[in-house]
């Protein structure tokens, strides 16, 4: 059974940084995809920056570009969100995700197993 624990959430003001972890259990090897999304209140959840196996390929949200950077340790079955240069609308529930297939994508719909969240909320 795969699960996923997010952690590194909290306030910051506006132009701070904050990491989130996300650390995986139950697969058998490193061969999965994971990204992270979030969730504002009222608003659908969007995809913010995914990573492959490896950790050479990953994509970004173009909101967030420039501004945080995902990682992966496969040692640590851990993966990463540096979150510098944050902005109020940087707040939201923050999600990770695993996935089995092939492609890094941003698209929620494409994982099917999720973390249960850590706020983030950057104040102005």
């Known amino acids: 059974q795969v699960q996923l624990v997010e952690s590194g959430g909290g306030s910051v003001q506006a132009g701070g940084s904050l990491r989130l972890s996300c650390t995986a259990s139950?697969?058998?090897?490193?061969?999965?995809?994971m990204g992270w999304f979030r969730q504002a209140p009222g608003k659908e959840r969007e995809g913010v920056a995914a990573?492959?196996?490896?950790?050479?390929?990953?994509r970004y949200a173009a909101s967030v570009q420039g501004r945080f950077t995902i990682s992966r340790d496969n040692a640590a079955n851990t993966m990463y969100l540096q979150m510098n240069s944050l902005k109020p609308e940087d707040t939201a529930m923050y999600y990770c995700?695993?996935?089995?297939?092939?492609?890094?994508?941003?698209?929620?719909?494409?994982?099917?197993?999720w973390g249960q969240g850590t706020q983030v909320i950057v104040s102005s």
């Open positions: 995700a695993a996935k089995e297939s092939s492609v890094t994508s941003v698209n929620p719909g494409d994982y099917n197993h």
């Open positions: 990573i492959s196996p490896s950790g050479l390929t990953t």
């Open positions: 139950g697969y058998p090897d490193n061969n999965y995809r």
